[in-house]
């Protein structure tokens, strides 16, 4: 009403009033709006007559269940002078979900147990279980765009939130992670793969399973199977042998191939549904068990809603648009993405509550100058943000922006190299996040002249080993980025108990001689290691804090010796930066760009890095850093003065704080 009577207004006058077109979206809420679905709205705003209006604006009310992905094309784009936003009033909401009814409920033999037969709620697609397969730190960015995951229930009450990780549902999973903070089986020995012989625990277990696999062909396992803690996959159960052995789908190879030591669970068995919280989905049989979280009981009322079946691949799926915003709204329950954006410019995505989607929050894809601001994203499957674009050939940048945002327990399915904050590309931005509670990392870095700074980031990398809150690796020409005024505390894993080593975690960790990168006026408390440089060149550790006492995952003082800094492609890693070597992966990413021309020669030393000694990590400045609570000796790094000068690094005007350390014990 309001847009007509500003068209009427103008239309009489002859002028262009610059009035907002305004629509209200009334999904399932029992009021009257313009439209009853996102989508006629959508195509309402592709037939208005924008000299007439300033920009386009539409209110969600109610919850709208999306069985499609919302798509959004060219067509639907603003512009710098029509915006068009997307936004929802209290009780406004989109879920790629179909609601389920607390009267579609049925009960069970066992009381805390109940069921949901998909042919009585007509659902027909029920998805996969994705065997997830480690494909290299580099190319697991590609799983951000993976549909990963098939149906599972969101419990969700009306009238409640799911900040609380404890009111989530999981599939039934053995060992039980609330048992232990580890909650996982190790593999015994290899016998032939894909056949594992398990530890005795997992072992006495296995008559149950096999009876199970008789009906249930959807066991599954995921883990660590190298042992090596940062390389992850899944992998379908396929046979079980009471005698203490189970047999995988397919061989997993590489940086997944199982040795004794590795690590893992089993999920999706219903003999181990056992748990408030966890969940059982049976394909063949067409229904889902569950047994409801302790802090979230059934719904009493036949009509209330008690959750959602996801089922849509994304929730918001923008190809080529350009100047469209969605704020003030909450997304959940996907397969894949939260919103999925490819092409176009000048998107904003701002107060988006996100959460409980299959792969990552918000993934940004060549979309200039697109922003993700004052988000609350958690309990995603694959990562928080991801923001990949510009061209790398000519260092023009995307300058694509996350920032304000929450994001946390964003390993909810995968776990590695499916950051919090991903930068790909050239000249993106993080700044003013908090970045917490996640199985591996909060920063995932490649390419150019990317920005981080002041971001908070704790509780990270907590189940895996040889990994860092922030990582960069394996390319001389990944320069020109920069990590300012951070705080990081509590970078401990599980699994190490902070003893500092090869396969320790650190807060900034430059893998694989990562060159060019400049750490400043960060501040690190509780860590195993606040900064591990493998053998880059060109690198910055300047004026930063080091605290190695707090209360963390494992209370108690932690570092040992804060910095560690090597030399390895001058060793092991020497046939990676060999110039003589055809297969050399440093030299073979160095030619992807003109590293030695303009605008790369803006670089110092890399032009000429192949008559300079590529393998010794030369220009590195380690300098004017403060620490405290050290264990040990007290050590600052590692090495030497002198072995630091003979790499033709420096490592000067590091001290100890004279005072106490500026953060009290709690």
Not at 164 to 184: E, I, K, L, Q, T
Not at 360 to 383: E, H, K, P, Q
Not at 633 to 642: E, K, L, R, Y
């Amino acid at each position: 009403a309001r847009a007509v009577w500003w068209f009427v207004v103008c239309h009489v006058l002859g002028v262009a009033c610059g009035a907002t077109w305004f629509s209200t979206v009334c999904c399932n809420c029992g009021s009257t709006g313009n439209f009853t679905t996102i989508e006629q709205a959508q195509v309402a705003i592709r037939d208005i007559d924008r000299g007439h209006y300033s920009g386009a604006e539409v209110v969600i009310s109610g919850t709208c269940e999306l069985s499609a992905p919302l798509s959004l094309t060219a067509q639907d784009s603003g512009s710098a002078a029509f915006p068009i936003t997307y936004t929802a009033d209290e009780t406004g909401r989109v879920v790629g979900g179909f609601g389920v009814k607390r009267e579609q409920v049925q009960s069970t033999t066992d009381p805390s147990v109940f069921k949901i037969d998909f042919d009585s709620v007509d659902v027909q697609d029920m998805g996969f279980f994705h065997q997830h397969t480690y494909l290299g730190g580099n190319a697991c960015v590609n799983l951000y765009l993976e549909n990963i995951t098939g149906l599972e229930l969101v419990y969700w009450p009306e009238g409640t939130s799911l900040l609380d990780p404890s009111s989530w549902m999981s599939f039934a999973r053995y060992p039980d992670p609330s048992v232990n903070c580890n909650g996982y089986s190790s593999i015994k020995a290899v016998l032939q793969s894909p056949f594992l012989e398990v530890d005795s625990s997992t072992a006495s277990r296995l008559s149950a399973w096999q009876e199970e696999l008789r009906y249930n062909n959807d066991a599954q396992a995921h883990g660590y199977w190298n042992g090596i803690g940062w390389a992850d996959a899944s992998r379908k159960i396929t046979a079980v042998f009471p005698n203490g052995t189970i047999g995988l789908a397919s061989a997993l190879s590489g940086d997944v191939e199982p040795k004794a030591g590795g690590y893992f669970y089993t999920y999706n068995l219903r003999s181990e549904l056992t748990v408030p919280g966890e969940m059982y989905l049976n394909r063949t049989g067409r229904f889902l068990e569950f047994i409801p979280p302790t802090s979230l009981p059934l719904p009493t009322n036949a009509n209330a809603t008690i959750g959602y079946l996801s089922m849509v691949d994304v929730l918001v799926n923008m190809s080529n648009v350009s100047f469209v915003t969605f704020s003030n709204m909450e997304l959940a329950v996907s397969r894949g993405a939260g919103i999925a954006v490819t092409g176009g410019a000048n998107n904003t995505f701002s107060n988006l509550k996100i959460h409980h989607v299959g792969t990552m929050g918000v993934n940004l894809t060549d979309s200039d100058g697109s922003r993700v601001i004052n988000g609350l994203i958690y309990a995603a499957g694959s990562g928080g943000i991801n923001m990949h674009g510009g061209d790398r050939q000519t260092l023009r940048p995307s300058s694509m922006v996350a920032q304000g945002n929450e994001v946390f327990e964003f390993t909810r399915i995968t776990a590695c190299y499916v950051a919090g904050i991903n930068l790909g590309g050239v000249g993106q931005i993080a700044l003013d996040n908090h970045v917490h509670d996640a199985d591996h990392q909060a920063f995932f870095l490649q390419g150019n002249d990317h920005s981080i700074s002041n971001n908070i980031v704790h509780d990270v990398v907590r189940a895996t080993r040889d990994s860092g809150a922030f990582y960069m690796g394996r390319d001389w020409t990944y320069q020109g980025n920069r990590i300012v005024n951070n705080t990081f505390y509590n970078i401990n894993s599980w699994f190490d108990r902070g003893s500092a080593g090869p396969n320790s975690v650190q807060a900034v960790y430059l893998d694989d001689l990562a060159s060019g990168c400049t750490i400043v006026n960060n501040t690190f408390r509780n860590i195993t290691i606040a900064f591990l440089l493998g053998g880059g060149r060109g690198n910055i550790f300047e004026n930063n804090v080091i605290d190695g006492d707090g209360q963390g995952v494992v209370p108690g003082p932690k570092s040992i010796t804060p910095v560690f800094f090597d030399n390895r492609g001058m060793g092991w890693a020497k046939s990676s930066c060999d110039p003589n070597n055809p297969n050399s992966i440093e030299i073979n990413f160095l030619k992807r760009v003109p590293y030695n021309k303009p605008p790369y020669t803006k670089y110092p030393h890399l032009a000429d890095i192949l008559q300079d000694e590529p393998c010794v990590p030369k220009y590195n400045s380690i300098s004017n850093n403060a620490y405290c609570n050290i264990l040990g000796n007290g050590a600052f790094i590692d090495q030497s003065n002198s072995t630091i000068a003979s790499w033709n690094s420096t490592n000067v005007g590091n001290h100890p704080l004279n005072a106490s350390c500026p953060w009290a014990q709690a």
